[in-house]
């Protein structure tokens, strides 16, 4: 965080490519360009880059009165899906005698390029623009030896011929602006770069691009799968009514994931108050949703173990191998998380199997208090996240 002195420092700075000022409370497009630009850090400085809201061109302050739904706007943009992969921000006030000033502090990317939808923005000096394809190549390139997550290193041993390169350019089309798409001449082992699903300089398929596009994923991550049980009673030694292994590419999983969901849910007619009745489902669908996707975003997929969904008579329970991840704890789940495959999260979002980034678990608990169920549980060790959701009353 900063101090007061450094913020007067960085008002009496000329703008620079870590410096943006703007006087608009209101111009989402221009805050969500810089932060994209700050997070891509072109100049390749390693420091933060500081969007300052409340200052005029000149560096002087506009006199603006920071509201809490202000600071509330400015740091929600880090979990609404349009800056991809999400950046690290904070937002803080500080008060002078001339005006309050809103700080974005924005970090840079260990994922670059960061896209902001579905283009790359960087900044150098002064000038805000999209990146050529040469800036975006660098970009990619830097990539390599940042990048920490499973799912963007390289599967070693694949090749790109491994892919089902059809589906790729249907995710292309979602995940990257259509006149980015037409200017685009770059071989496709650079496009596949861009998207962090290819490692250029050891010519190998990521892991992620095995998980999304893959002919045949479990060859290289024999856990990349679910295995489904339905059960008649309540008991896992019971003979099972239906089962499964449900593989392939991540895409074809999770169709088949929400197919299953509208099959098991089952609605009744009850009686809501002494003259009315209403159909009223035993799970809300889109809760049990909401926690299949939490677990197939958020699993360790280094794992040979896969994602579980039981249902039993009484409770369902998904259990997603792989313990709470970075600043989750046990104290401040479900409002604090991390993401351990930033490049799956990356393409669920674009792809709309996740609406926003970090209120999964929230929602789902907020759709089964709605429906009358009770509240889901988790459980958790260093191994594996577990969810037991129980069936509405009667």
């Given amino acids: 965080m900063l101090t007061q002195a450094e913020i007067m420092s960085l008002l009496a700075d000329i703008e620079s490519d870590r410096i943006e000022r703007t006087e608009s409370t209101k111009d989402t497009d221009k805050f969500c360009q810089a932060i994209c630009a700050f997070a891509n850090d072109l100049p390749n400085h390693r420091q933060p880059g500081y969007l300052l809201v409340g200052v005029k061109d000149n560096g002087a302050l506009s006199g603006l009165k920071v509201s809490d739904k202000l600071l509330q706007n400015l740091g929600a943009i880090r979990s609404d899906g349009n800056v991809l992969p999400q950046p690290v921000l904070s937002v803080n006030k500080y008060a002078f005698e001339g005006g309050e000033v809103a700080v ?13 939808k579905g283009r790359v923005y960087v900044r150098v000096g002064p ?39 059809g589906q790729f350019d249907a995710y292309r089309r979602e995940a990257i602006d259509a006149e980015t798409i037409a200017a685009n001449h770059r071989p496709l082992g650079q496009q596949l770069a861009s998207l ?13 691009g095995i998980l999304l596009f893959g002919k045949n ?26 089962q499964a292994e449900i593989s392939g590419d991540l895409f074809s999983v999770l169709h ?16 809501v108050s002494s003259l009315q009745e209403k159909l009223l489902p035993d799970y809300p669908e889109k809760a049990l949703r909401e926690l299949l996707m939490n677990a197939v975003m958020h ?25 709470l991840y970075g600043e989750a704890t046990r104290e401040n789940f479900p409002t604090r998380n991390s993401y351990r495959n930033p490049v799956i999260a990356e393409a669920m979002k674009s792809l709309g199997f996740v ?40």
């Fill in 256 to 271: 088949e994931l929400d197919m299953r969901l509208k099959v098991l849910i089952q609605t009744t007619l009850r009686s």
């Fill in 355 to 394: 609406n926003r980034f970090g209120y999964g678990v929230q929602r789902a608990q907020a759709l089964l208090s709605e429906n009358g169920n009770p509240p889901a549980e988790f459980e958790f060790d260093e191994h594996a996240v577990l969810v037991k959701v129980y069936r509405r009353p009667e």
């Fill in 127 to 165: 000038r805000k623009a999209v990146a050529s394809e040469q800036e975006e190549r660098i970009l990619s390139e830097r990539r390599v030896a940042l990048a920490r997550s499973f799912d963007a290193r390289p599967c070693i041993g694949a090749v790109i011929d491994d892919l089902a390169l």
């Fill in 196 to 208: 962090r699903l290819y490692d250029p300089d050891r010519e190998y398929p990521t892991y992620a």
């Fill in 299 to 323: 699993r360790n997929y280094d794992s040979n173990t896969p994602i579980r969904f039981y249902v039993f008579s009484d409770h369902i329970e998904i259990q997603s191998p792989g313990g």
């Fill in 104 to 116: 974005m502090e924005v970090l840079p990317s260990d994922l670059p390029p960061v896209r902001y």
């Fill in 217 to 242: 994923p479990r060859f290289f991550l024999p856990g990349g799968y679910v295995q489904y049980l339905k059960l008649p009673g309540t008991d896992l030694t019971d003979m099972p009514e239906d």
